[in-house]
Nanobody, 126 residues
Framework: QVQLVESGGGLVQAGGSLRLSCAAS????????MGWLRQPPGKEREFVAAITRIGLSTAYSDSVKGRFIVSRDNDNNIGFLQMDSLRSEDTAVYFCAAQMSYGSSASTSADDYNYWGQGTQVTVSS
C-alpha cells in the first residue's frame, strides 16, 4: 500500500503563504486520486482540495477556492498544496490522502480516501 508523508507546515502570519508537500512511497502515486483535508482545532476533518490521477481535474472547498492550488508530480511521486492569502481560520492539521478509485473524479469526502499521511500542522497568526 502507498505510504504518504506530508511536510511544509509551520507558523505563518495572516496573508502569508505556505507550500505543503506529500511524498509517496510504495505503489506509484499516479494510480491514486489525491486529496488534501484538514482538521481545525476541536472540529471535524474537512475537505480542502483534490486532484485526479493524472491531474486533469481539481476540486476545492469554497473556503479555499481562489487561494489554494493543488498539484502533483507523478514522475517524482509527490503532491503539493500551495496556500496563499492564509487566514487564521486556515489553522489546522493538514493531511494528504490517496483514493483508490476507478472513477474519473476525486472524492470530496474524507470517508472515500483509503490511505492517509500523518498530518502537518499549519498555524496562521492574525
Amino acid at each position: 500500500q502507498v505510504q504518504l508523508v506530508e511536510s511544509g507546515g509551520g507558523l505563518v502570519q495572516a496573508g502569508g503563504s505556505l507550500r505543503l508537500s506529500c511524498a509517496a512511497s510504495g505503489p506509484p502515486l499516479r494510480i491514486y486520486h489525491m486529496g488534501w483535508l484538514r482538521q481545525p482545532p476541536g472540529k471535524e476533518r474537512e475537505f480542502v482540495a483534490a486532484i485526479t490521477r493524472i491531474g486533469l481535474s481539481t476540486a476545492y472547498s469554497d473556503s479555499v477556492k481562489g487561494r489554494f492550488i493543488v498539484s502533483r508530480d507523478n514522475d517524482n511521486n509527490i503532491g503539493f498544496l500551495q496556500m496563499d492569502s492564509l487566514r487564521s481560520e486556515d489553522t489546522a492539521v493538514y493531511f494528504c490522502a490517496a483514493q483508490m478509485s476507478y472513477g474519473s473524479s476525486a472524492s470530496t469526502s474524507a470517508d472515500d480516501y483509503n490511505y492517509w499521511g500523518q498530518g502537518t500542522q499549519v498555524t496562521v497568526s492574525s
